[in-house]
């Protein structure tokens, strides 16, 4: 089990997905470099790894549902 400190929301808006804040750097409205295929194999618990495209972190997605990225770090206090 994954636990929550370490999901972080996103929004999907057409083909594009968004994070308000970024996690890492607290940049706003990041556009994430992104595809649907990848958020399906995410949701199919399938490990994906995403540069954050404000900071060049790297987070990686080991589960997705339809709000939150569950990811490998700790990403909330």
Do not use: Q
């Not at 929004?11 to 470099?33: I, M, T």
Request: aromatic residues 12%; charged residues 30%; proline residues 5%.
């Amino acid at each position: 089990m994954i636990p929550f400190e370490n999901t972080w929301p996103y929004e999907r808006s057409g083909k594009d997905f968004y994070l308000h804040n970024c996690p890492y750097c607290l940049s706003e409205n990041v556009l994430l470099n992104m595809k649907s295929s990848d958020l399906d194999r995410a949701k199919e618990s399938i490990k994906v790894h995403l540069i954050m495209p404000c900071c060049h972190e790297k987070m990686t997605i080991l589960e997705a549902d339809e709000d939150y990225f569950w990811t490998t770090d700790k990403l909330r206090k």
